[in-house]
């Protein structure tokens, strides 16, 4: 099974910084990786798929990069409705595989 | 728009069996795939079950395997997930998420709003 890690496991980020979330496979992925943010008390809400393209009404600061085992979520410049908890996924085969999340919180 | 809506959860005792349905709404059903996502108390994400469109599957994580099944009625546009011998572990808000394809492996582009199932004696 394809495992996902993230790093850093939290961080504490100003208004206006630029913010870089890591996420690694376990075994290549392909580009099968997509971004999810959530808050608390509410649903996840899909931000990336397909490692680099944005879903419907997501804002241009936010980016993805990365192929086979490392990826990256970028915030260019961090506003205040982008606190919360991002998580990375694979779904390049089955099992589907959800890293454990990196918590962005106001410094 | 697209809605999904769960439904059945409850306080359950340790072995007992729940059954959840996510209602769906404003997309043709049958031709996406769906799964199931929990998230246990200040835990993260646990991918739990994907059914294709074509009924394809159910793939299993192995924390549920057995345990768990997973359905869908395409004419009533209804996901359910079927749960037995519940544990403590098993305690979490349990999402459904609409696929973006119907047969092949697919990020989620669309959420529920979650439904809380404790399993306690």
């Known amino acids: 099974d394809i495992q996902m890690a993230q790093s850093p496991s939290s961080l504490s980020a100003s208004i206006g910084d630029r913010v870089t979330i890591t996420c690694q496979a376990s075994e290549g992925v392909s580009t099968s990786l997509a971004w999810y943010q959530q808050k608390p008390g509410k649903a996840p809400k899909p931000l990336i798929f397909d490692t680099s393209s944005l879903q419907s009404g997501v804002p241009s600061r936010f980016s993805g990069s990365g192929s086979d085992t490392d990826f990256n979520l970028t915030i260019s410049s961090l506003q205040s409705e982008d606190f919360g908890t991002y998580y990375c996924q694979q779904y390049h085969r089955y099992p589907l595989a959800l890293g454990p999340g990196t918590k962005v919180d106001l410094k | 728009e697209v809605q999904l809506l769960e439904s059945g959860g409850d306080l359950v005792r340790p072995g007992g069996s729940l059954r959840l349905s996510c209602a769906a709404s404003?997309?043709?059903?049958?031709?996406?795939?769906m799964t199931w996502v929990r998230q246990a108390p200040g835990k993260g994400l646990e991918w739990i079950s994907t059914?294709?469109?074509?009924?394809?599957?159910?793939y299993y994580a192995d924390s549920v395997k057995g345990r768990f099944t997973t359905s869908r009625d395409n004419s009533a546009g209804t996901l359910f997930l079927q749960m037995r011998s519940l544990r403590a572990d098993d305690t979490a808000v349990y999402y459904c998420?609409?696929?973006?394809?119907?047969?092949?492996?697919?990020?989620?582009?669309?959420w529920g709003q979650g439904i809380l199932v404790t399993v306690s004696s």
């Open positions: 998420a609409k696929n973006t394809a119907r047969m092949r492996s697919s990020p989620f582009d669309h």
């Open positions: 404003g997309f043709r059903f049958k031709e996406f795939a």
């Open positions: 059914l294709s469109g074509a009924g394809i599957g159910p």
